[in-house]
């Protein structure tokens, strides 16, 4: 299986950290990291480290983009990179002292609907590909060409992996991915409703699954996830731990889900390794990828139920 990510709109990850945090004052802290990220760089970079090859292919600004190359080659990641005018933008996470994150994510440099097409030349796609469509949508492109950029690919056989709050719930239907992982907000907010317990997102899961949508996975926090698959609703419960951060811990888990599936397992295994992946990566500082140890060593407590869903 090959498998592609896609970056349009990486950033800088600036993580600080404050005592404390007051709204309208001025905020003293210190800079604790910057790294080379974006949705699809966490994926590949959590795919390469549980072992799984996979093609990061990333847009970057030519103003401010040698660092960033930098870091990704000296990972050893595979990488396709398409320069563009403009600056890479920067997302700043500030860590407080018993107090939840704070971040503020900027807007990216411009692009038009030819950028597309560029991607597209790149990808050698077949009926065992995986492309990843993650992140915002970079700004100038429209909706209706990234959905025609994304069928064009589901025609030649890709299994389309999306996970992008640029799209609405129509835009979802309307394309059909292969595996979804919105969380327990992002599903409250395209439903415009509340989801209170386990059995309300399971009801919830089961209208994305009408629509044609293989692998409806909704994570659920420390909770675990649940996933909805032909026909049938897996929960998976991850064991207790004392998480370091939590940012990419969903790209973490979409990884585990693929690099399972590259590997033949099934629904239950694929839903198993996906939080997994989510929880040890909750073991890292800011966006750093699950570690090999930690994956191997909370796999083994990760339990997963099967029940008979109606759909």
Request: proline letters at 4%; one cysteine or more.
């Amino acid at each position: 299986m090959k498998i592609y990510t896609i970056t349009l709109n990486p950033a800088y990850d600036v993580h600080a950290y404050a005592e404390q945090f007051a709204p309208f004052h001025e905020n003293l802290a210190c800079v604790t990291s910057r790294e080379a990220g974006g949705k699809g760089v966490n994926l590949s970079r959590a795919l390469q480290n549980g072992g799984t090859e996979n093609i990061a292919v990333v847009v970057l600004g030519k103003e401010n983009c040698a660092e960033f190359k930098a870091e990704l080659e000296k990972t050893g990641l595979q990488t396709i990179f398409l320069e563009k005018p403009g600056r890479i933008r920067e997302n700043l996470t500030l860590h407080c002292a018993n107090q939840p994150e704070t971040r503020i994510s900027f807007s990216g440099f411009p692009v038009d609907d030819r950028l597309l097409g560029e991607v597209s030349a790149l990808l050698d796609v077949d009926g065992d590909t995986v492309v990843t469509f993650t992140g915002r949508v970079a700004s100038g492109i429209s909706m209706d060409k990234v959905k025609d950029f994304l069928k064009d690919l589901q025609k030649k056989g890709a299994k389309i992996v999306l996970d992008s709050k640029s799209f609405s719930l129509e835009d979802i239907f309307e394309v059909q991915p292969w595996l979804i992982k919105p969380n327990q907000e992002e599903i409250s907010e395209y439903l415009c409703c509340r989801i209170h317990n386990l059995e309300e997102a399971i009801a919830k899961a089961q209208i994305f699954a009408r629509h044609g949508i293989a692998n409806v996975m909704i994570s659920l926090g420390d909770q675990g996830a649940l996933l909805l698959h032909n026909g049938c609703c897996y929960i998976a419960t991850p064991p207790a731990i004392r998480a370091i951060s939590t940012i990419g811990a969903g790209d973490s888990s979409l990884a585990g889900f693929i690099a399972a599936a590259q590997k033949g397992a099934d629904a239950a295994e694929c839903l198993k390794t996906a939080v997994t992946y989510g929880t040890a990566a909750c073991l890292t500082a800011g966006t750093l990828p699950p570690q090999k140890e930690d994956i191997d060593h909370i796999f083994q407590q990760v339990y997963v139920k099967k029940t008979p869903y109606p759909l």
